[in-house]
């Protein structure tokens, strides 16, 4: 089994910043793309950014310029930073994973969720 924790999310200004972190552990013998995906209330999840292990990163348009996502593979952890937030970007962040739990055996994780909030 494999758990995703995230951290990081809260209450901020627009214009303001935040930093995600996600933390997978358990029995992972290798993660491919992480990335970080969004909920906001009556919408459906939608993608945030994603980032491969050798760091090639794909971002949604409505972020592009003020997101960064970023890894540490040693500690299978991703980060979002966020920054120039705007009240829009309000939502429940949750990290995903693309992970093998063996050599055979491939699965997508996702965290918990976090919710970022942002006032006008």
């Known amino acids: 089994q494999v758990q995703l924790v995230e951290s990081g999310g809260g209450l901020v200004q627009a214009g303001g910043s935040l930093r995600l972190s996600c933390a997978a552990s358990g029995s992972i013998f290798s993660i491919n793309a992480m990335g970080w995906y969004r909920q906001a209330p009556g919408k459906q999840r939608e993608l945030v950014a994603t980032i491969t292990t050798v760091g090639r990163t794909n971002y949604a348009d409505s972020v592009k310029g003020r997101f960064t996502i970023s890894r540490d593979n040693a500690k299978n952890t991703v980060y979002l930073q966020m920054n120039s937030l705007k009240p829009e970007d309000t939502a429940v962040y949750y990290c995903?994973?693309?992970?093998?739990?063996?050599?055979?055996?491939?699965?997508?994780?996702w965290g918990q969720g976090t919710q970022v909030t942002v006032s006008s």
């Open positions: 995903n994973a693309d992970t093998y739990i063996s050599i055979w055996d491939r699965k997508d994780y």
